[in-house]
C-alpha cells in the first residue's frame, strides 16, 4: 500500500512536466516515504489556470483555494532560455501568507508562447513538506491588437 502511494505521489507531481522541460523532481522524489505520503493531501486546489489554458492576454490571474490556516504559497515561471524556475515577485513579493477566507489571486505577466507556471503550497509550520503543481499556459497574439495595430498603421501611410 505505501508503494502505491509514492507511486501516486511521484506521478502527480510530474505529470504535468513535458519530457524537454525539467520539473524540479528534487522537490518531490528527494523526499522520505514518510514525506512524500502527506504530499498526497493538496495543501491547495489551484482553480485557475487550468492545465493547457491558452489566452490571448500577457496578464494573467492564478488563483486557488485551501482548508487550512497558515498555508504559503509561491509561484515560479519556467525560463526557457536558462532552463530553470524562477520566482515570480508580485508587488515586492515572492510568497505569500493566503488569509483566513482560504482563497489567493495573483495577477502575473506571462510571455508570448508557452509558459510554465509552478506553484509551491506548504504549511508555514512544516515548509519542508511541499505540494508542487505546474500547469501550461499558452499566451497567443492578441488578433484583435494586431488588426487594430495594422489599421492604425495604414491609416497613418495614407494621412
Not at 524540479?24 to 487550468?50: L, Y
Not at 515586492?92 to 505577466?109: N, R, T, V
Request: some cysteine; proline content about 2%; charged content about 30%.
Amino acid at each position: 500500500m505505501l508503494v502505491f502511494i509514492i507511486m501516486v505521489s511521484l506521478f502527480a507531481a510530474t505529470s504535468y512536466a513535458d519530457d524537454d522541460i525539467p520539473l524540479d523532481k528534487a522537490e518531490v522524489a528527494g523526499q522520505s516515504a514518510e514525506t512524500q505520503e502527506k504530499v498526497i493531501e493538496d495543501f491547495i486546489t489551484v482553480t485557475r489556470p487550468e492545465d493547457n489554458e491558452t489566452t490571448d492576454n500577457r496578464l494573467f490571474v492564478v488563483c486557488g483555494v485551501t482548508k487550512y490556516e497558515g498555508i504559503i504559497v509561491e509561484l515560479k515561471k519556467f525560463n526557457f532560455r536558462d532552463n530553470k524556475y524562477e520566482s515570480i515577485t508580485v508587488d515586492g513579493e515572492s510568497s505569500w501568507l493566503i488569509g483566513d477566507g482560504g482563497f489567493f489571486a495573483k495577477e502575473i505577466e506571462l510571455d508570448e508562447g508557452v509558459n510554465r507556471i509552478k506553484f509551491i503550497a506548504y504549511k508555514d509550520a512544516e515548509p519542508e513538506v511541499k505540494q508542487v503543481s505546474v500547469f501550461k499556459v499558452m499566451v497567443k497574439k492578441n488578433i484583435k491588437k494586431q488588426i487594430k495595430d495594422g489599421m492604425d498603421n495604414k491609416l497613418i501611410n495614407i494621412i
